[in-house]
């Protein structure tokens, strides 16, 4: 199974661009990369999802470079609320240990 | 609205006790899957099913039991055999092959499993 490596904790300032990357070396043909949000006691919530290049949506922006084997996750302007744990995915079952983003005031 | 239920939100169970957590949605997706959380740690799969009368095991299947009888349902048993069965259990759908990751998972809100 892919396997995936992100950092353990970030820090960062309301109002700042946050990237979080996410390593995948072992990324197949077919996967999809694909990003979560998950706050305490409750389930992960979707982000953004993309296969190459750059995706952007209404909330995040996701890069893929051509190798795919890393990826990052833009988030701009964070504010207090976009305090949580970010997982990235690049197969449909495999959930890494994810990143906690601590956005301070 | 759509969306995935679990129940129930807390549980308690004495050792020895099996326990059954429920989990239904009403998507119409194909795939529905079973993880494990504990305190600090990322989310690890335990079954998923992506078709009825048909599931797989995951990462951490010992002692656990599930059943796909119909789309809409997907029943996690807990058994005595499981030995840390405390931890944060999540139910998720999505619509498309989990093989190849495309598609979202759709998460319900989890039930805690605590056994005294």
């Known amino acids: 199974l892919a396997k995936t490596t992100q950092p353990i904790s970030m820090d960062s300032y309301e109002g700042q661009e946050v990237n979080i990357t996410c390593s995948h070396n072992n990324i197949a043909t077919n996967d999809y990369i694909t990003w979560y949000q998950q706050f305490p006691s409750q389930g992960p919530r979707f982000i953004i999802q993309g296969y190459k290049t750059k995706v952007t949506n209404e909330v995040a922006s996701l890069f893929i470079p051509a190798d795919r084997k890393s990826s990052t996750l833009s988030l701009p302007r964070v504010s207090l609320s976009d305090t949580a744990v970010y997982y990235c995915?690049?197969?449909?079952?495999?959930f890494g240990s994810g990143t906690q983003l601590t956005v301070l005031p | 609205d759509g969306g995935i239920t679990q129940s129930p939100k807390y549980l308690f169970r004495k050792e020895g006790q099996n326990v059954t957590l429920s989990c239904e949605q009403n998507?119409?997706?194909?795939?529905m899957y079973w993880y494990r959380q504990d305190p600090g740690q990322g989310l690890r799969l335990i079954y998923y099913s992506q078709i009825v009368n048909d599931f797989q095991k995951g990462d951490i299947a010992e002692g656990y039991s599930v059943s796909r009888e119909k789309k809409e349902s997907f029943p996690l048993t807990v058994t005595s055999a499981q030995k840390n069965p405390t931890a944060f259990y999540l139910c998720?759908?999505?619509?498309?092959?989990?093989?190849?990751?495309?598609?979202?998972?759709?998460f319900g809100e989890g039930s805690r499993l605590t056994v005294l």
């Open positions: 995915l690049v197969w449909q079952l495999t």
């Open positions: 998507l119409n997706h194909d795939a």
């Open positions: 998720a759908s999505s619509i498309r092959d989990p093989r190849t990751g495309a598609g979202e998972l759709f």
